[in-house]
């Protein structure tokens, strides 16, 4: 058995701003709120997923995306599925992993003292910047706390960044951590994440899986990516990029 986990936007597709102008061939992945197709996957996107579907590869979300978002997404996926930033394991049929449940709001309980300062330290200076502050809840619980700025604006988004990593560094606060793409800045936890609730499906339902591949494009990819036995990431994504720009020594 052969198993696939993968990131989903910006992995096996993207919006239309993220995509050449004279592109052919695009498939629509999502939906948005208004139920017009606002994601889509290039072909060779396109002819990925369908070499995973012939060869009997079996392929798992492991999103950012909550339920509802996830509900959007109109590939078919009929596997095990990761939301939530891997706060949440959703079985094949559709109902939320209750082991698996419990071991998160286990974890989530002792952090809901740092998740509320932290949200309270960023509250105004992203008001004063135009960001929209919103709090995620996986079980009902607070995870992660979310600022987007409606323009994208760099410089602010760069700012609300550097003030929560601040923050972070002046409490000393390790369990949290800061994660950022052109879109958001988010905070939540360090553990549990994507790369736990991976684990935990190759320990617990994967275990004869002879090979692990992992997909994802963003630096907060990289702890799953890292569970996994190979990892596949595309060109011009955050992963590709810092390691393009990064300055080492070749050995």
């Known amino acids: ?41 290039t072909p060779a996107q396109s002819a990925l997923l369908a070499h995973f579907a ?13 339920p509802a978002a996830m509900a959007r997404v109109t590939l078919p996926f009929t596997s095990w599925r990761v939301l939530d ?6 079985r094949p049929d559709g ?3 209750p082991e698996y449940r419990l071991q998160v709001l286990k974890q989530l309980g002792p ?19 135009g960001c929209r502050l919103s709090r995620h809840t996986a079980h009902d619980t607070h995870f992660m706390t979310v600022l987007k700025h409606p323009d994208a604006n760099a410089a602010s988004l760069e700012r609300v960044q ?7 560094t002046m409490r000393g606060d390790a369990d949290l951590h800061v994660i950022a793409n052109a879109n958001n800045v988010s ?11 991976v684990r935990y ?35 011009g994504g955050q992963v590709l990029r810092t390691v393009m720009a990064a300055k080492l020594p070749q050995r």
Do not use: Y
């Open 201 to 235: 499906l190759r320990e617990q339902h994967f275990s004869d899986a002879t090979l692990t591949l992992a997909l994802g494009d963003s630096l907060s990819d990289l702890a799953f990516m890292n569970a996994c036995d190979l990892a596949i990431t595309p060109p």
């Open 54 to 66: 012939a060869s009997g590869i079996t392929v798992i979300p492991v999103t950012g995306r909550d």
């Open 111 to 129: 952090l809901q003292d740092a998740l509320k300062d932290s949200t309270t330290a960023i509250a105004e200076l992203a008001q004063a910047l």
């Open 187 to 197: 905070v939540l936890p360090r553990a549990p994440g994507k790369a736990e609730a």
């Open 162 to 168: 550097a003030a929560l990593e601040d923050h972070l």
């Open 1 to 41: 058995m052969i198993v696939a986990f993968t990131d989903l936007d910006d992995t096996l597709f993207q919006t239309l701003r993220k995509l050449p102008p004279d592109m052919k061939g695009l498939t629509p992945a999502t939906l948005g709120r208004d139920g017009q197709p606002h994601s889509f996957c």
């Open 85 to 90: 930033h891997g706060l949440t394991v959703v």
């Open 95 to 97: 109902q939320v992993d």
